[in-house]
C-alpha cells in the first residue's frame, strides 16, 4: 500500500481534473498525446510487472489478466471485457474507462490515457510496434469504448 491511511487510488473527478486542467494549459491535442504517451509507458510498467513481456498468451487470456489488473479487482482504470484479433488488427473491448466517467452523452471526449495503457500493455506483449485508434465511443452510441490497435512492425 502506497499511502496508509488512503489507500492506493484517488478518485475520478481528481483525475478528470488534471485532464481538464492540461487541456487548458497546453491545448486538447498536446495533452492527448501526452496522456497517450503516459498511458502506454504505464501499460508497458504492467505488462513487465506480470512478468508478461514478449509472451505468446492467447487473447481471451490476456482480456482476462488485463482485465484483472486494470478492472474491478486492480487499479479500476477500467473492465477490459474482451480483445479479438482481425488480421493485423487487434480491437480491445473496454468499459467503464476512467476517461468515459461523467461525460454527457453526444460528448467528443476520447480515452487517451486509457487507450494508452492497453495500447501500451499489447504492444510490450507481443513485442511489435502498433498505432492505436479509438474507435467507438460509450459517449457516441458504442456499447464499448474499442481500441484499434494496428501492428506496424
Known sequence: MLRPTLGDFNSIVCFKGVITGMEEALGEKATAIALISAGRTRGKNL???LGLSGSNIALADLASKLNHAVGKEGTCLCCVDKI???GET???YTSETVCSAGE???SPRKCTYTMGAIWGAIETIMGKKMQ???TESVLRGGSHDVF???VLS
Do not use: A
Open 90 to 92: 487487434i480491437k480491445v
Open 132 to 134: 492505436g485508434r479509438h
Open 47 to 49: 505488462v513487465n510487472e
Open 104 to 106: 454527457p452523452q453526444g
Open 84 to 86: 479479438e484479433q482481425d
Open 148 to 150: 484499434e490497435l494496428k
